[in-house]
Protein backbone atom coordinates (compact mmCIF):
# COMPACT_ATOMS: atom_id res chain seq x y z
CA UNK A 1 0.00 0.00 0.00
CA UNK A 2 1.29 3.40 -1.03
CA UNK A 3 0.56 6.50 1.14
CA UNK A 4 -0.92 9.57 -0.24
CA UNK A 5 2.05 11.86 -0.08
CA UNK A 6 4.03 8.74 -2.60
CA UNK A 7 1.15 8.15 -4.54
CA UNK A 8 0.41 12.21 -5.49
CA UNK A 9 4.18 12.13 -6.53
CA UNK A 10 4.43 9.13 -8.81
CA UNK A 11 1.14 9.55 -10.74
CA UNK A 12 1.76 13.66 -10.64
CA UNK A 13 2.46 13.75 -14.50
CA UNK A 14 -0.85 11.79 -14.78
CA UNK A 15 -3.20 13.95 -12.85
CA UNK A 16 -2.00 17.21 -14.41
CA UNK A 17 -2.53 15.80 -18.06
CA UNK A 18 -6.18 14.27 -17.28
CA UNK A 19 -6.85 18.16 -16.13
CA UNK A 20 -5.38 19.66 -18.99
CA UNK A 21 -7.65 17.84 -21.16
CA UNK A 22 -10.66 18.98 -19.18
CA UNK A 23 -9.79 22.05 -19.37
CA UNK A 24 -9.77 22.38 -22.80
CA UNK A 25 -13.25 21.84 -23.48
CA UNK A 26 -15.28 25.19 -23.53
CA UNK A 27 -18.13 24.34 -20.67
CA UNK A 28 -19.19 28.19 -20.72
CA UNK A 29 -22.87 27.83 -19.28
CA UNK A 30 -23.69 31.53 -19.67
CA UNK A 31 -23.03 31.26 -23.66
CA UNK A 32 -25.50 29.52 -25.50
CA UNK A 33 -23.05 29.25 -28.29
CA UNK A 34 -21.10 26.57 -26.29
CA UNK A 35 -23.58 24.58 -24.82
CA UNK A 36 -22.81 21.15 -26.94
CA UNK A 37 -19.32 21.62 -24.73
CA UNK A 38 -21.22 22.13 -21.55
CA UNK A 39 -22.83 18.60 -22.24
CA UNK A 40 -19.68 17.28 -23.53
CA UNK A 41 -18.00 18.63 -20.17
CA UNK A 42 -20.56 16.25 -18.35
CA UNK A 43 -20.10 13.66 -20.20
CA UNK A 44 -16.09 13.69 -19.54
CA UNK A 45 -16.59 14.53 -15.67
CA UNK A 46 -18.74 10.94 -16.04
CA UNK A 47 -16.10 9.02 -17.16
CA UNK A 48 -13.52 10.17 -15.04
CA UNK A 49 -16.06 9.43 -11.70
CA UNK A 50 -16.17 6.10 -13.31
CA UNK A 51 -12.60 5.62 -13.40
CA UNK A 52 -12.20 6.64 -10.06
CA UNK A 53 -14.14 4.20 -8.74
CA UNK A 54 -17.87 6.10 -8.28
CA UNK A 55 -20.83 3.14 -8.87
CA UNK A 56 -23.63 4.05 -10.00
CA UNK A 57 -22.99 7.42 -12.19
CA UNK A 58 -25.48 8.94 -13.94
CA UNK A 59 -25.98 12.08 -16.07
CA UNK A 60 -29.34 13.81 -14.45
CA UNK A 61 -31.31 15.31 -16.39
CA UNK A 62 -32.60 18.85 -15.19
CA UNK A 63 -34.95 21.74 -17.13
CA UNK A 64 -31.14 23.04 -17.97
CA UNK A 65 -27.68 21.41 -17.73
CA UNK A 66 -26.98 18.06 -16.40
CA UNK A 67 -26.03 17.04 -12.93
CA UNK A 68 -23.50 14.75 -12.89
CA UNK A 69 -24.16 12.17 -9.91
CA UNK A 70 -21.85 9.42 -8.39
CA UNK A 71 -21.65 7.38 -5.41
CA UNK A 72 -19.40 4.59 -3.77
CA UNK A 73 -21.67 3.03 -0.77
CA UNK A 74 -18.92 1.14 1.38
CA UNK A 75 -21.28 0.53 4.28
CA UNK A 76 -24.77 2.35 4.69
CA UNK A 77 -23.79 2.22 8.50
CA UNK A 78 -20.80 4.63 7.77
CA UNK A 79 -21.43 8.64 7.32
CA UNK A 80 -21.46 9.56 3.98
CA UNK A 81 -19.45 12.41 2.32
CA UNK A 82 -21.16 14.52 -0.12
CA UNK A 83 -18.91 16.22 -2.33
CA UNK A 84 -20.32 19.05 -4.53
CA UNK A 85 -18.51 21.06 -7.53
CA UNK A 86 -19.09 22.67 -11.07
CA UNK A 87 -17.42 21.95 -14.29
CA UNK A 88 -19.23 24.70 -16.12
CA UNK A 89 -17.00 27.84 -16.08
CA UNK A 90 -16.91 31.85 -16.56
CA UNK A 91 -16.73 33.21 -20.36
CA UNK A 92 -13.37 34.31 -21.32
CA UNK A 93 -13.75 37.45 -22.41
CA UNK A 94 -11.56 39.84 -22.75
CA UNK A 95 -9.70 37.28 -24.85
CA UNK A 96 -6.98 39.36 -26.05
CA UNK A 97 -5.91 39.94 -22.55
CA UNK A 98 -4.97 36.16 -22.58
CA UNK A 99 -1.44 35.77 -22.93
CA UNK A 100 -1.86 32.76 -24.22
CA UNK A 101 -5.73 30.91 -25.13
CA UNK A 102 -8.17 30.43 -22.57
CA UNK A 103 -8.90 26.82 -23.52
CA UNK A 104 -5.21 25.90 -24.27
CA UNK A 105 -3.79 25.11 -20.79
CA UNK A 106 -0.12 25.51 -20.46
CA UNK A 107 2.41 25.89 -17.46
CA UNK A 108 3.92 28.91 -16.34
CA UNK A 109 5.67 30.32 -13.50
CA UNK A 110 4.22 32.88 -11.32
CA UNK A 111 5.33 34.99 -7.87
CA UNK A 112 2.89 33.18 -5.79
CA UNK A 113 3.34 29.87 -7.98
CA UNK A 114 7.47 29.38 -8.71
CA UNK A 115 6.34 25.09 -8.97
CA UNK A 116 3.86 27.07 -12.14
CA UNK A 117 0.68 26.74 -12.35
CA UNK A 118 -1.72 25.64 -14.84
CA UNK A 119 -3.44 28.74 -16.84
CA UNK A 120 -7.09 27.85 -18.54
CA UNK A 121 -10.15 29.60 -17.81
CA UNK A 122 -11.42 27.16 -15.31
CA UNK A 123 -8.38 25.97 -13.64
CA UNK A 124 -9.04 27.21 -10.42
CA UNK A 125 -12.89 27.81 -10.48
CA UNK A 126 -13.95 24.97 -10.42
CA UNK A 127 -12.68 22.12 -12.79
CA UNK A 128 -9.38 22.18 -10.92
CA UNK A 129 -10.87 22.18 -7.35
CA UNK A 130 -13.23 19.78 -8.09
CA UNK A 131 -10.82 17.20 -9.97
CA UNK A 132 -8.74 17.19 -6.57
CA UNK A 133 -11.42 15.15 -5.30
CA UNK A 134 -11.87 12.70 -7.89
CA UNK A 135 -7.63 12.04 -7.96
CA UNK A 136 -8.76 11.62 -3.76
CA UNK A 137 -10.93 8.87 -4.37
CA UNK A 138 -8.80 7.20 -6.75
CA UNK A 139 -6.45 6.61 -4.25
CA UNK A 140 -8.60 5.98 -2.41
CA UNK A 141 -10.55 3.72 -3.92
CA UNK A 142 -6.78 2.11 -5.01
CA UNK A 143 -5.41 1.64 -1.79
CA UNK A 144 -9.18 0.56 -0.10
CA UNK A 145 -8.37 3.56 2.01
CA UNK A 146 -12.11 5.27 1.88
CA UNK A 147 -13.34 5.10 5.08
CA UNK A 148 -17.06 6.07 4.69
CA UNK A 149 -19.53 6.78 2.03
CA UNK A 150 -19.11 9.15 -0.60
CA UNK A 151 -21.31 10.81 -3.06
CA UNK A 152 -20.47 13.53 -5.96
CA UNK A 153 -23.09 16.02 -7.24
CA UNK A 154 -21.17 17.83 -9.92
CA UNK A 155 -23.31 20.46 -11.96
CA UNK A 156 -22.81 22.55 -14.90
CA UNK A 157 -24.66 26.17 -13.99
CA UNK A 158 -23.24 26.99 -10.96
CA UNK A 159 -21.56 30.56 -12.79
CA UNK A 160 -25.31 31.45 -13.84
CA UNK A 161 -26.92 30.99 -11.12
CA UNK A 162 -27.63 27.11 -10.05
CA UNK A 163 -31.28 27.15 -10.79
CA UNK A 164 -31.49 23.65 -12.10
CA UNK A 165 -29.22 22.46 -9.11
CA UNK A 166 -32.03 24.02 -6.53
CA UNK A 167 -34.61 21.90 -8.77
CA UNK A 168 -33.03 19.12 -8.82
CA UNK A 169 -32.18 19.14 -4.70
CA UNK A 170 -35.35 20.02 -3.81
CA UNK A 171 -36.88 16.58 -5.94
CA UNK A 172 -33.99 14.67 -4.15
CA UNK A 173 -33.45 14.50 -0.85
CA UNK A 174 -33.09 11.14 0.00
CA UNK A 175 -30.84 10.48 -2.69
CA UNK A 176 -28.41 13.33 -1.58
CA UNK A 177 -28.36 12.05 2.55
CA UNK A 178 -25.52 13.25 3.32
CA UNK A 179 -23.24 13.83 7.20
CA UNK A 180 -21.60 16.53 5.73
CA UNK A 181 -20.93 18.41 2.38
CA UNK A 182 -17.71 19.46 1.19
CA UNK A 183 -16.58 21.55 -1.27
CA UNK A 184 -13.51 22.84 -2.81
CA UNK A 185 -14.65 26.42 -4.83
CA UNK A 186 -13.00 28.47 -2.51
CA UNK A 187 -10.04 30.07 -1.84
CA UNK A 188 -7.12 29.78 0.91
CA UNK A 189 -4.80 32.94 2.38
CA UNK A 190 -1.56 31.61 1.13
CA UNK A 191 0.68 28.62 0.02
CA UNK A 192 2.24 28.79 3.83
CA UNK A 193 -1.29 29.47 5.46
CA UNK A 194 -4.07 27.63 4.79
CA UNK A 195 -7.41 28.67 5.95
CA UNK A 196 -10.93 27.49 6.01
CA UNK A 197 -13.85 29.77 4.43
CA UNK A 198 -16.30 29.76 7.54
CA UNK A 199 -18.52 32.45 5.45
CA UNK A 200 -19.81 33.42 2.37
CA UNK A 201 -21.72 36.17 1.34
CA UNK A 202 -25.45 36.07 -0.48
CA UNK A 203 -26.23 37.72 -3.63
CA UNK A 204 -28.62 40.14 -5.51
CA UNK A 205 -27.95 40.44 -9.45
CA UNK A 206 -30.30 43.10 -11.32
CA UNK A 207 -30.10 44.63 -14.09
CA UNK A 208 -31.76 48.51 -14.87
CA UNK A 209 -32.65 50.21 -18.20
CA UNK A 210 -33.81 54.02 -18.26
CA UNK A 211 -35.81 55.26 -21.25
CA UNK A 212 -35.73 58.86 -22.19
CA UNK A 213 -37.12 59.71 -25.13
CA UNK A 214 -38.67 57.53 -27.40
CA UNK A 215 -35.33 57.92 -30.16
CA UNK A 216 -31.71 58.68 -30.45
CA UNK A 217 -31.81 62.88 -30.99
CA UNK A 218 -29.79 64.73 -32.38
CA UNK A 219 -27.59 66.02 -29.33
CA UNK A 220 -27.46 69.31 -30.22
CA UNK A 221 -31.09 70.72 -31.18
CA UNK A 222 -32.11 68.64 -28.31
CA UNK A 223 -29.68 68.70 -25.79
CA UNK A 224 -30.80 70.28 -22.82
CA UNK A 225 -34.16 70.05 -23.02
CA UNK A 226 -34.49 66.20 -22.50
CA UNK A 227 -33.57 64.05 -19.90
CA UNK A 228 -30.51 62.14 -21.36
CA UNK A 229 -30.78 58.70 -19.92
CA UNK A 230 -27.15 57.96 -19.45
CA UNK A 231 -26.45 61.09 -17.57
CA UNK A 232 -29.99 60.56 -15.24
CA UNK A 233 -28.56 57.11 -15.14
CA UNK A 234 -25.02 57.60 -13.79
CA UNK A 235 -26.39 60.71 -11.27
CA UNK A 236 -28.55 57.68 -10.29
CA UNK A 237 -26.23 54.82 -9.74
CA UNK A 238 -23.73 57.58 -7.80
CA UNK A 239 -26.63 58.58 -5.17
CA UNK A 240 -26.39 54.57 -4.06
CA UNK A 241 -23.31 55.64 -2.07
CA UNK A 242 -23.30 58.23 0.44
CA UNK A 243 -20.09 60.37 1.14
CA UNK A 244 -18.79 58.01 3.84
CA UNK A 245 -19.41 55.04 1.11
CA UNK A 246 -22.79 53.85 2.91
CA UNK A 247 -25.15 52.45 0.34
CA UNK A 248 -28.50 54.84 0.59
CA UNK A 249 -31.44 52.67 0.38
CA UNK A 250 -33.37 52.50 2.27
CA UNK A 251 -33.93 49.25 4.71
CA UNK A 252 -30.64 47.71 3.13
CA UNK A 253 -28.63 47.60 6.34
CA UNK A 254 -32.06 46.66 8.76
CA UNK A 255 -30.84 42.62 9.66
CA UNK A 256 -26.74 43.47 8.63
CA UNK A 257 -25.50 41.50 11.96
CA UNK A 258 -22.63 43.32 13.46
CA UNK A 259 -19.77 41.51 15.05
CA UNK A 260 -18.30 42.17 18.01
CA UNK A 261 -15.32 43.92 18.60
CA UNK A 262 -13.60 40.66 19.75
CA UNK A 263 -14.73 38.80 16.78
CA UNK A 264 -13.33 41.63 15.01
CA UNK A 265 -10.37 41.43 16.05
CA UNK A 266 -9.97 38.01 15.94
CA UNK A 267 -10.20 38.50 12.20
CA UNK A 268 -7.94 40.93 12.29
CA UNK A 269 -4.96 38.35 13.30
CA UNK A 270 -5.25 36.55 9.92
CA UNK A 271 -1.58 37.37 7.89
CA UNK A 272 -2.62 40.31 5.40
CA UNK A 273 -0.30 43.00 3.99
CA UNK A 274 -2.48 46.37 2.58
CA UNK A 275 1.06 47.39 1.15
CA UNK A 276 1.29 44.16 -0.85
CA UNK A 277 -2.51 43.88 -1.74
CA UNK A 278 -2.07 47.85 -3.07
CA UNK A 279 0.86 47.11 -5.01
CA UNK A 280 -0.81 43.53 -6.49
CA UNK A 281 -3.63 46.08 -7.87
CA UNK A 282 -1.05 48.37 -8.73
CA UNK A 283 -3.87 51.15 -6.78
CA UNK A 284 -2.51 54.07 -4.79
CA UNK A 285 -4.93 53.53 -2.24
CA UNK A 286 -7.94 51.31 -1.06
CA UNK A 287 -11.64 52.30 -1.24
CA UNK A 288 -14.90 51.15 0.35
CA UNK A 289 -17.09 51.72 3.29
CA UNK A 290 -16.22 54.19 6.17
CA UNK A 291 -15.30 52.71 9.71
CA UNK A 292 -14.49 48.84 7.97
CA UNK A 293 -10.60 47.40 6.84
CA UNK A 294 -10.14 46.31 3.63
CA UNK A 295 -10.78 42.63 4.75
CA UNK A 296 -14.10 43.92 6.78
CA UNK A 297 -14.92 45.57 3.29
CA UNK A 298 -15.19 42.22 1.48
CA UNK A 299 -16.19 40.06 4.16
CA UNK A 300 -18.75 40.72 6.58
CA UNK A 301 -20.18 43.44 5.10
CA UNK A 302 -22.65 44.48 2.15
CA UNK A 303 -21.80 45.74 -0.73
CA UNK A 304 -23.42 47.07 -4.37
CA UNK A 305 -21.58 47.55 -6.94
CA UNK A 306 -22.26 47.98 -11.06
CA UNK A 307 -20.94 45.27 -13.03
CA UNK A 308 -21.53 46.64 -16.34
CA UNK A 309 -22.85 50.08 -18.28
CA UNK A 310 -23.70 50.45 -21.53
CA UNK A 311 -25.81 52.64 -23.70
CA UNK A 312 -25.19 55.49 -26.82
CA UNK A 313 -22.36 55.84 -29.09
CA UNK A 314 -19.14 53.83 -28.33
CA UNK A 315 -17.74 53.23 -31.82
CA UNK A 316 -14.81 55.08 -33.53
CA UNK A 317 -14.80 59.20 -33.31
CA UNK A 318 -17.54 60.78 -32.32
CA UNK A 319 -21.58 60.75 -32.89
CA UNK A 320 -23.59 63.73 -31.47
CA UNK A 321 -26.20 61.72 -29.40
CA UNK A 322 -28.45 61.40 -26.83
CA UNK A 323 -29.79 57.45 -26.78
CA UNK A 324 -33.21 56.88 -26.08
CA UNK A 325 -31.68 54.30 -23.73
CA UNK A 326 -29.42 53.53 -21.00
CA UNK A 327 -28.06 50.23 -19.19
CA UNK A 328 -26.39 48.61 -15.85
CA UNK A 329 -26.16 45.33 -14.08
CA UNK A 330 -25.59 45.82 -10.62
CA UNK A 331 -24.52 43.48 -8.04
CA UNK A 332 -25.31 43.66 -4.57
CA UNK A 333 -23.26 41.27 -2.23
CA UNK A 334 -24.98 40.67 1.19
CA UNK A 335 -24.17 38.89 4.20
CA UNK A 336 -25.86 36.33 6.64
CA UNK A 337 -29.41 37.59 7.58
CA UNK A 338 -30.16 39.70 4.91
CA UNK A 339 -32.61 37.92 2.72
CA UNK A 340 -32.33 38.39 -1.09
CA UNK A 341 -35.50 38.47 -2.20
CA UNK A 342 -36.44 41.51 0.31
CA UNK A 343 -33.18 43.50 -0.67
CA UNK A 344 -33.89 42.93 -4.48
CA UNK A 345 -37.28 44.29 -3.55
CA UNK A 346 -36.05 47.27 -1.64
CA UNK A 347 -33.08 48.16 -4.51
CA UNK A 348 -36.21 48.08 -7.09
CA UNK A 349 -38.43 50.21 -5.17
CA UNK A 350 -35.93 52.78 -4.18
CA UNK A 351 -34.18 52.54 -7.71
CA UNK A 352 -37.73 53.38 -9.13
CA UNK A 353 -38.70 56.19 -6.35
CA UNK A 354 -35.55 58.13 -7.35
CA UNK A 355 -35.78 58.46 -10.94
CA UNK A 356 -36.80 62.05 -12.04
CA UNK A 357 -40.52 62.01 -14.11
CA UNK A 358 -38.72 62.55 -17.39
CA UNK A 359 -37.27 59.16 -17.58
CA UNK A 360 -38.70 55.49 -16.97
CA UNK A 361 -37.13 52.82 -15.25
CA UNK A 362 -37.50 49.17 -15.60
CA UNK A 363 -35.51 46.67 -12.65
CA UNK A 364 -34.93 43.11 -13.81
CA UNK A 365 -33.48 40.58 -11.12
CA UNK A 366 -31.27 37.81 -12.37
CA UNK A 367 -30.85 35.88 -9.63
CA UNK A 368 -29.60 35.82 -5.93
CA UNK A 369 -29.01 33.66 -3.19
CA UNK A 370 -28.20 33.53 0.79
CA UNK A 371 -25.28 33.94 2.59
CA UNK A 372 -23.60 31.18 4.66
CA UNK A 373 -21.74 30.72 7.91
CA UNK A 374 -20.45 27.80 8.89
CA UNK A 375 -19.67 27.19 12.79
CA UNK A 376 -16.05 25.93 13.75
CA UNK A 377 -17.65 24.11 16.43
CA UNK A 378 -18.59 21.22 14.85
CA UNK A 379 -16.68 17.42 13.35
CA UNK A 380 -16.89 18.63 9.76
CA UNK A 381 -14.72 21.81 10.72
CA UNK A 382 -12.27 20.03 12.79
CA UNK A 383 -11.94 17.04 10.46
CA UNK A 384 -11.22 19.94 8.03
CA UNK A 385 -8.32 21.66 10.68
CA UNK A 386 -6.96 18.11 10.97
CA UNK A 387 -6.60 17.57 7.36
CA UNK A 388 -4.61 20.74 6.59
CA UNK A 389 -2.42 20.61 10.31
CA UNK A 390 -1.04 17.46 8.43
CA UNK A 391 -0.31 18.51 5.18
CA UNK A 392 0.61 22.08 5.71
CA UNK A 393 2.24 21.86 9.17
CA UNK A 394 0.44 24.11 10.89
CA UNK A 395 -3.58 24.64 11.34
CA UNK A 396 -5.91 26.45 9.28
CA UNK A 397 -7.41 29.92 10.02
CA UNK A 398 -11.05 30.37 9.79
CA UNK A 399 -11.54 33.73 7.48
CA UNK A 400 -14.94 34.00 5.53
CA UNK A 401 -15.12 34.82 2.22
CA UNK A 402 -16.49 37.43 -0.19
CA UNK A 403 -17.45 35.39 -2.92
CA UNK A 404 -20.89 33.54 -3.32
CA UNK A 405 -22.09 30.05 -3.99
CA UNK A 406 -25.82 30.88 -3.67
CA UNK A 407 -26.62 27.03 -3.45
CA UNK A 408 -24.62 26.14 -0.01
CA UNK A 409 -27.33 28.13 1.60
CA UNK A 410 -29.86 25.95 0.27
CA UNK A 411 -28.10 22.36 0.80
CA UNK A 412 -28.75 23.79 4.55
CA UNK A 413 -32.48 24.15 4.10
CA UNK A 414 -33.21 21.22 1.99
CA UNK A 415 -30.33 18.44 3.13
CA UNK A 416 -29.96 19.88 7.15
CA UNK A 417 -26.34 19.61 6.89
CA UNK A 418 -23.24 22.10 7.28
CA UNK A 419 -20.90 22.49 4.18
CA UNK A 420 -17.56 22.69 4.41
CA UNK A 421 -15.47 24.99 1.85
CA UNK A 422 -11.86 23.43 1.97
CA UNK A 423 -10.77 25.56 -0.78
CA UNK A 424 -7.11 25.48 -2.10
CA UNK A 425 -7.11 28.70 -4.34
CA UNK A 426 -5.06 32.24 -4.12
CA UNK A 427 -7.03 35.62 -5.02
CA UNK A 428 -4.43 35.78 -6.97
CA UNK A 429 -5.80 33.15 -9.49
CA UNK A 430 -7.51 35.79 -11.17
CA UNK A 431 -10.93 33.39 -10.97
CA UNK A 432 -13.28 35.19 -13.60
CA UNK A 433 -10.12 37.13 -15.08
CA UNK A 434 -8.02 36.70 -18.28
CA UNK A 435 -5.45 34.47 -17.38
CA UNK A 436 -7.28 32.09 -14.39
CA UNK A 437 -4.13 29.83 -13.33
CA UNK A 438 -3.92 27.23 -10.75
CA UNK A 439 -0.91 26.37 -8.65
CA UNK A 440 0.53 23.01 -9.69
CA UNK A 441 1.55 22.69 -5.50
CA UNK A 442 -2.41 23.59 -4.79
CA UNK A 443 -3.70 21.14 -7.03
CA UNK A 444 -1.51 18.31 -5.42
CA UNK A 445 -1.91 19.73 -2.25
CA UNK A 446 -5.17 19.52 -2.37
CA UNK A 447 -5.09 15.80 -3.73
CA UNK A 448 -3.18 14.98 -0.59
CA UNK A 449 -5.03 16.57 1.68
CA UNK A 450 -8.92 15.56 0.87
CA UNK A 451 -8.69 11.71 1.98
CA UNK A 452 -7.12 13.32 5.40
CA UNK A 453 -10.91 15.13 5.60
CA UNK A 454 -12.00 11.66 4.90
CA UNK A 455 -9.89 9.67 7.86
CA UNK A 456 -10.91 12.16 10.22
CA UNK A 457 -14.12 12.85 9.71
CA UNK A 458 -15.11 9.37 9.75
CA UNK A 459 -12.87 8.62 13.11
CA UNK A 460 -14.66 11.75 14.68
CA UNK A 461 -18.15 10.28 13.79
CA UNK A 462 -17.66 7.10 15.47
N1 LIG B 1 -16.21 29.76 -6.84
C1 LIG B 1 -16.88 31.00 -6.95
C2 LIG B 1 -17.19 31.64 -5.62
C3 LIG B 1 -16.04 31.95 -4.70
C4 LIG B 1 -14.75 32.15 -5.17
C5 LIG B 1 -16.29 32.03 -3.36
C6 LIG B 1 -13.72 32.42 -4.30
C7 LIG B 1 -15.26 32.32 -2.49
C8 LIG B 1 -13.97 32.50 -2.97
C9 LIG B 1 -18.17 30.78 -7.73
O1 LIG B 1 -17.95 30.02 -8.90
C10 LIG B 1 -18.69 32.11 -8.19
O2 LIG B 1 -18.07 32.72 -9.01
N2 LIG B 1 -19.84 32.53 -7.68
C11 LIG B 1 -20.48 33.72 -8.16
C12 LIG B 1 -21.93 33.70 -7.85
C13 LIG B 1 -22.78 33.01 -8.88
C14 LIG B 1 -24.24 33.10 -8.51
C15 LIG B 1 -22.57 33.54 -10.26
C16 LIG B 1 -19.88 34.93 -7.52
O3 LIG B 1 -19.42 34.90 -6.37
O4 LIG B 1 -19.88 35.96 -8.21
MN1 LIG C 1 -16.82 28.38 -8.50
MN1 LIG D 1 -17.08 31.39 -10.43
Not at 294 to 320: C, H
Amino acid sequence: MENIKSYVTNNKERFIHELIELLKIPSISADSAYSQDVLNTADAVKDALEKAGCTAVEICETPGYPIVYGEKIINPKLPTVLVYGHYDVQPADPINLWTSPPFEPVIKVTDKHPEGAIFARGACDDKGQMYMHVKALEYMTVNNELPCNVKFMIEGEEEIGSSSLAWFVERNQEKLANDVILISDTGMISNSQPSITTGLRGLSYVEVEVTGPNRDLHSGLYGGAVANPINILTKMIASLHDENNHITIPGFYDKVEELSLEERAEMAKAPFSLENYKDALDIEDVYGEQGYTTNERNSIRPTLDVNGIWGGYTGEGAKTVIASKAYAKISMRLVPNQDWKEITELFKNHFESIAPKAVKVKVTPHHGGQGYVTPIDNIGYQAANKAYTETFGIPAIPQRSGGSIPIVALFEKELKSKTILMGFGLDSDAIHSPNEHFGVFNYLKGIETIPLFYKYFAELHS
